[in-house]
């Protein structure tokens, strides 16, 4: 498989999958997920730097 073909293969492969995405009801509900557990993750990120950060202060004291 040549590369010309290849790449039309990975383009209507990818436009199938944004039509079922854009088409199915389901899927801003999974847009909603996607970003609330990015936020939570983020969340969690800040929390732990912050908690080093005092408990190094405590040491420092």
Do not use: C, H, P
Request: avoid cysteine.
């Amino acid at each position: 498989m040549d590369l010309n073909s290849f790449l039309n293969t990975l383009s209507n492969i990818s436009q199938s999958i944004a039509k079922f995405l854009f088409a199915s009801k389901w899927s801003i509900w999974i847009i909603i997920l996607i970003v609330v557990i990015y936020f939570i993750w983020k969340g969690l990120e800040n929390a732990e730097k912050k908690r080093f950060d005092t408990e190094e202060l405590g040491e420092e004291k």
